[in-house]
């Protein structure tokens, strides 16, 4: 039998290497190997002889540019973004036809005739007949639906996708130029992409195995999907109503891309591109649903894409020629190719190189822990101990966005590739009265069937509900649906079956916000005192309570300071060195306290803002200049971490104060909850963090009668800026009675303890 590409390339690798040795090749190796096959990477580490990495290959102009528009948050299968999605890629291909066309004669830039490859999911079976059937159907409607497509590309040209970049403007905005200078003609486009126009046919090759070809009319093949399982496709496909013919007499249409003057120009679904083929005409690709299982497989793929024999077959990108360039670009349009996105980000990433540190914390007063009472969670279990039937109101309400978000990869020569992310512009009006028009239509059985799923995958057990009251949520005020109105369009049953689905979006996401708040609410009524035994501190790595910076490697001096720093125990806890900034305040139960700085580029757990700085350099302060007024009193501080710290549930949000402060007077102990941050958005004394002053009291009152619990909001935003916009504002005094504090008044400390029952001065 014939021997496959790979296996001739390693049979001729074996007989070159018998006396000598042979070398091999690969940008994007690297990238490649999932975490399971990092020992691959040992093994071969031994025969590497440079590393050169893609980054470098890029920044060192060699192979193509690139440009990758990938549309996420697809959540119902035919969404209308795809279509357009699907044109846009269209024209980038028949733009880089136009330009061969014309230029292809010039010997000196080496010029191979553009191909468009589609790649659906790599694994075989339902789920990749799905997406190559759905790129067929593309093709067909763009063959037989000539309105459809001018409406798209006159969209698309004029900026009027509705797919938005993050300054408001068009995605497409920038592209295509050379398109719009030119102008185009539908008939054009058929005839150098379909060779010709007419009916799509589809037919099976008998001659080779797992080919179908695609032609339009009596013309030449332009396409070929390359697939394992024709039978399984024949039959999904014929459920469409496209029928395959049989063709007994032509020769592999796959093999003939490589010809010089082939008519292919399509390909769809094969794997061979990416195991071992050697092409030059990769210019445009479509991705569909490519996750993190083929993400290995279309790494290889996007190096297949870039690879470009140059101006004097340098390999490199040429300068001189604007029109050239667009042939050196290489056009990715994606759809919830996520992976993809993963591996260009990581590209972004690598340009910049970081030293990573870890900052050891130290326990202060360890001694004193067991006289500090702290908020824990209850043993009681919300599942177990309380019945919760699912009511419509509560304050609860949800938005469903089901607008496509996309991300933009756009390549820059010899810079480092550049990166923009946006979402498909929302339109005003809610499609919610859309969905209530169809109640009637819907399936119910199948929306109980899913939903009663749902509460099982989601263990929701104490949770009740009848069909009646997740009807009487879909015929509520309760959410909002962000969509566009086609997609509320129905000709058949399966458009019927699109608008259960977004039912189902509605109810479960409404489902999860009322169930969650219910649980959070369950677990702040069952707070309970107990000791402090050890820190709420977030563990970011391994076992030990730490601070993880990354510094620019560039860096090298401060990189040298803080390590050293590191290494100096007193000089890390005590000074407040600006080589690492960070606060050194003696009644914290943990140091050092570190600070936000433009110096390090990242500090994990977070380090102190503007506001919060500001409010342990005025309590520390305030402190030192008043050291006899607090003689009789201990005073201890903890910085509380969301998540890993003390949270509370409020009517509409979790709220995690930023510090804990115990002020301890023999039996007695207050524990205040300070929150410096500011209030630019609050609208008056309605605002829930405010409200909590008071509703902690009621929290008190379930608690040991020796504990006082006291909230406070400490504003960075001064009070003459608060009140703008506000209609009859509170007075300065109203918020500080609602323990709402200005960072920016000299006497806010005082003001705290004077709240505290400590009249200091």
Not at 205 to 229: A, M, Q, R
Request: proline share 3%; with cysteine.
């Amino acid at each position: 039998g014939r021997k496959s590409d790979d296996q001739k390339w390693a049979h001729l690798r074996n007989r070159l290497a018998e006396n000598g040795f042979t070398f091999e090749y690969s940008a994007t190796f690297g990238q490649i190997l999932s975490k399971k096959e990092k020992e691959i990477l040992k093994e071969y580490a031994k025969s590497i002889v440079f590393d050169y990495s893609y980054k470098y290959f890029y920044l060192d102009g060699y192979g193509k540019d690139f440009s990758v528009l990938n549309l996420k948050g697809v959540k119902i299968k035919d969404d209308i973004f795809q279509e357009g999605m699907f044109v846009a890629n269209l024209l980038s291909f028949y733009e880089q036809i136009l330009v061969y066309e014309k230029n292809k004669h010039s010997a000196e830039y080496n010029l191979d005739k553009p191909l468009w490859i589609f790649v659906g999911t790599t694994v075989t079976g339902k789920e990749e007949e799905s997406d190559v059937i759905q790129i067929v159907e593309f093709i067909k409607r763009v063959i037989k639906d000539e309105e459809w497509v001018k409406k798209w590309i006159d969209d698309i040209l004029n900026g009027r996708t509705g797919l938005k970049d993050e300054d408001g403007n068009d995605v497409f905005k920038e592209k295509f130029r050379y398109l719009k200078a030119k102008g185009y003609n539908l008939n054009d486009i058929y005839k150098r992409i379909f060779n010709g126009m007419g009916n799509l046919s589809l037919y099976e090759l008998k001659n080779v195995e797992g080919e179908i070809g695609l032609k339009v009319g009596d013309n030449p093949y332009f396409g070929v999907i390359n697939i394992g399982n024709v039978s399984g496709f024949k039959k999904e496909i014929e459920k469409k109503g496209i029928l395959i013919s049989q063709d007994a007499i032509s020769d592999s249409l796959f093999e003939d891309i490589k010809k010089e003057n082939s008519k292919i120009n399509i390909l769809i679904g094969s794997k061979k591109f990416i195991e071992g083929w050697d092409t030059w005409r990769v210019s445009s690709m479509g991705l569909l649903n490519i996750g993190t299982g083929q993400g290995p497989q279309i790494i290889q793929l996007f190096g297949r894409g870039v690879r470009l024999k140059g101006k004097g077959m340098s390999l490199k990108r040429s300068s001189d020629n604007n029109e050239i360039k667009i042939l050196e670009t290489l056009n990715i349009y994606g759809i919830k190719a996520d992976y993809l996105n993963k591996f260009l980000d990581a590209i972004r990433k690598e340009e910049v190189e970081f030293e990573t540190i870890e900052i050891p914390i130290k326990p202060q007063h360890k001694d004193k822990w067991d006289s500090l009472y702290i908020l824990s969670k209850s043993k009681k279990q919300f599942e177990e101990e309380e019945i919760l039937k699912l009511e419509i109101g509560q304050e609860i309400s949800c938005t469903v966005n089901i607008m496509p978000k996309f991300s933009l990869y756009q390549s820059r020569r010899e810079e480092k590739p550049n990166i923009e992310t946006g979402s498909v512009e929302v339109e005003t009006e809610d499609m919610k009265p859309k969905l209530q028009s169809f109640i009637d239509l819907l399936d119910w059985e199948r929306i109980w069937q899913e939903i009663i799923e749902f509460k099982k995958q989601r263990n929701y057990w104490n949770l009740i509900f009848t069909k009646e009251d997740i009807r009487n949520l879909l015929l509520s005020d309760r959410y909002k649906i962000l969509a566009r109105q086609e997609i509320f369009g129905i000709r058949n049953m399966e458009d019927v079956r699109r608008i259960e689905d977004i039912a189902l979006l509605v109810i479960k996401k409404y489902i999860d916000l009322f169930y969650q708040k219910n649980a959070w609410r369950f677990e702040t009524e069952n707070l309970q005192c107990e000791q402090l035994k050890e820190l709420p501190f977030p563990v970011v790595s391994g076992n030990t309570p730490k601070y993880i910076v990354q510094i620019n490697k560039s860096k090298n001096d401060l990189i040298k300071e803080i390590k050293q720093l590191v290494k100096d125990s007193d000089k890390l806890l005590k000074d407040e060195n600006k080589s690492l900034p960070r606060i050194y305040f003696d009644r914290s139960l943990y140091l050092p306290l570190l600070i936000q700085s433009n110096k390090i580029d990242k500090i994990s757990p977070a380090g102190l803002v503007e506001s919060e700085e500001k409010f342990l350099k005025g309590l520390k302060e305030y402190l030192e200049a008043h050291k006899d007024k607090f003689d009789n009193l201990e005073i201890y501080l903890l910085r509380n971490y969301p998540f890993s710290g003390v949270g509370f549930q409020l009517q509409w949000a979790r709220f995690y104060p930023d510090f804990i402060m115990w002020i301890k007077e023999r039996e007695k102990q207050i524990i205040v909850f300070v929150d410096p941050k500011g209030l630019e958005h609050t609208k008056g004394l309605d605002d829930e963090k405010i409200q909590f002053s008071k509703e902690i009291k009621e929290l008190e009152k379930k608690l040991n009668q020796n504990i006082v619990l006291e909230s406070f909001i400490l504003s960075k935003t001064p009070y003459e800026q608060l009140k703008k916009g506000i209609k009859s504002p509170p007075s300065k005094d109203e918020y500080i009675k609602h323990h709402v504090l200005f960072l920016e008044d000299s006497s806010w400390v005082e003001d705290f303890f004077k709240h505290l029952g400590f009249n200091v001065v």
